[in-house]
């Protein structure tokens, strides 16, 4: 659980943009025990009722948001998110001055002179003695819930936002993916970003040198793997995971046998935004949560009440993944059950 950030209005003024007209605000937030933080947020239109407004949480970037670098996609996001929130006449930005994912703006330079010697922008930070990303987002949570807002649509590729958001009570009732097609000078930046900061581009355009998520592909259960503290698994299940039909995130479709051999089929998936989904024909839901590069939690629920809890995590060669399941038996106990599959193709 987040520490509670107090917001406190300092400003509001009319604001008209070449985007649109918005009104801008001043926030200041105080932490407990931290230096006090700022931001600004643009509101356009009324954001109550309706649908979830669409809000998207931009931290500065000096040198992508005023002189157009072409080093990241920062620039490009920001005038992305203020076109879709003029085009849908309501929404909100805000803008945050963590600048360098929370380093600064001269370590971030020093970290491009990193870069610029083979470094690639998580192992720069690293190098500087920075964690990969340092952001919080306590201070965005708290001016949202300050506007009114108990449920967004976020604008974001970044999982940790929405874990973040969520866990300062605001709902993120949708992800919508703020996808800037790479140019060569941001690709490596952006490949990066995906394969170690978890960050999500399942709407790339196809391309032939944009690789697919490692977790795509068919994969095979090795039997000799399985370690079951509870049930008796079948021998035989092949998942395939393909991006979801809407493109919004995955879908698994499994072929397995049962314990009694007989055969199974189910497909499911979404999102990985962590929002609970139906399951069709079943009295659950289902949540998938991207929770880092190499994982993926899904959550089934029976009557609101977590029953199962699965983690598939792929191993750095991307040619197996793990999956766990930790779960209730009927009796209260707990258990934990596994199996490698590996990949087929
Ligand atoms: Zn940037």
Redesign the pocket.
């Known amino acids: 659980m987040s520490q509670k950030t107090d917001v406190r209005k300092v400003a509001e003024a009319d604001f008209p943009s070449r985007f649109g007209h918005f009104r801008i605000f001043g926030f200041e937030g105080c932490t407990a025990g931290a230096a006090p933080e700022e931001a600004v947020a643009l509101v356009m239109g009324d954001l109550m009722g309706g649908i979830p407004p669409l809000v998207r949480i931009h ?1 500065q ?5 005023v002189f157009h ?1 072409l ?5 490009a ?1 920001l005038e992305l998110a203020l076109e879709s929130i003029a085009a849908e006449g309501r929404g909100v930005l805000i803008y945050d001055n963590q600048e ?1 994912r929370g380093i600064g703006l001269l370590n ?1 330079l020093r970290a491009y002179e990193l870069q610029d010697g083979g470094a690639d922008t998580v192992e720069a930070n690293q190098q500087l003695g920075f964690q990969a990303d340092l952001r919080g987002y306590e201070l965005a949570g708290g001016i949202l819930r300050h506007l009114g807002l108990t449920a967004v649509r976020l604008m974001s590729n970044n999982p940790q936002k929405i874990q973040a958001l969520e866990d300062s009570g605001v709902r993120v009732a949708e992800r919508v993916p703020s996808i800037i097609p790479p140019i060569a000078s941001t690709e490596d930046y952006l490949r990066t970003k995906r394969d170690k900061l978890g960050h999500l581009f399942d709407q790339d355009k196809p391309s032939d040198d944009t690789p697919g998520d490692p977790f795509l592909g068919v994969w095979e259960l090795d039997p000799t793997t399985l370690d079951y503290q509870f049930g008796r698994p079948g021998r035989r299940a092949v998942y395939t995971i393909e991006p979801s039909p809407k493109g919004e995130g995955f879908q698994f479709t499994l072929d397995a046998d049962d314990a009694d051999g007989k055969p199974m089929h189910h497909v499911y998936g979404g999102a990985l935004d962590g929002v609970d989904v139906p399951v069709p024909g079943y009295p659950v839901t289902l949540t998938f949560t991207r929770l880092d590069a190499s994982r993926i939690e899904s959550v089934l629920k029976r009557d609101g009440k977590v029953a199962d809890r699965w983690i598939r995590t792929i191993a750095p060669d991307g040619q197996s993944i793990t999956i766990t399941q930790h779960g209730v038996t009927p009796e209260g106990r707990e258990f934990v059950n596994k199996g490698v599959y590996r990949r087929v193709r």
């Open positions: 931290s970037c000096l040198t992508g948001d670098s080093r990241c996609d920062c620039g996001q360098g971030k």
